[in-house]
């Protein structure tokens, strides 16, 4: 599978035909933990002790029981990267799978298409209750086919006028995560022991709704790191303190969903790439022009 919305789909649709009348999906992303996690939790048949034991193996199906490919697949793709999985269950209470991933792992499968994952659930599956939360930090986003079918008084949810009215108020949703996400004001944290490179970076990226902070020794930005969060730092390479691969180094180990952008000089461009296989997002060589800086910056944000 290709992307995690479809394993949500194939665990979903296990849980209603182990007889599930309510199915609960949970999506949950924190940068600051570094942790994407996945919990789908119905009130179908549930399992037994022994079934359970053999859950995860991959060749063990039996028909008409929540088993079969559904939970290894999805449990590999969270022990790819650096996550797991777990499944709690019992005859005759429900099923609750969760997964977690490492949010910023390379080998993290993209979440894809939510929102067809969840019309082809409720558009196959009108008699089921489904609820979606998704919580992306501090911004959140709910939504209950219950309270549409209350909103609708009777009237099914698989007519096509009310699929397209469904359809917009889950694309609404997440949309509404996005912008306010985007009215955040971003922190930057530039580290150079050159005044003139400090003061620059501020110049340029204040006016442009980013709040930042500078200093001018490795040391200092790790304590001001431990004190607030910052989406991306700037970082030089060359420092008397604490050069810049120990920096990143020490940023990655301990934060690492921040991105990393290296200043470098004349002279330093191959350490400057050593830092982007240890994890920078990218360099960018003195002199730089404020169109440098800018561009940079928003191509790190948009990647996060």
Known sequence: MEDLSLHILDIALNSIEAGATEVSIRIEEDREKNLLSITIRDNGRGMDKDTLKRLLDPFFTTKGKKTGLGIPLLAQAARETEGDITVESSPENGTVVKATFALNHIDR?????????LMSLIGGNPEVDITFEYRKDKNSYNFSTKNIRKELNGIPLNLPEVWHLIREELREGLKKIKRKEAKMKKKVLVIDDEAIVRVSCQRVLEPEGYEVKVTSRGD???RLMEEEKYDIVLTDLKMPDMDGLEVLKEIKRRWPDIQVIIITGYGT??????????????????????EDILNVVKRAMEDR
Do not use: R
């Open 109 to 117: 499968k993209p979440l894809g298409d939510l929102v067809s994952t």
């Open 220 to 222: 200092e930005a790790l």
């Open 269 to 290: 461009i191959s350490t400057a790439v050593q830092a982007i296989k240890l994890g920078a997002y990218d360099y960018i060589e003195k002199p730089f022009t404020p």
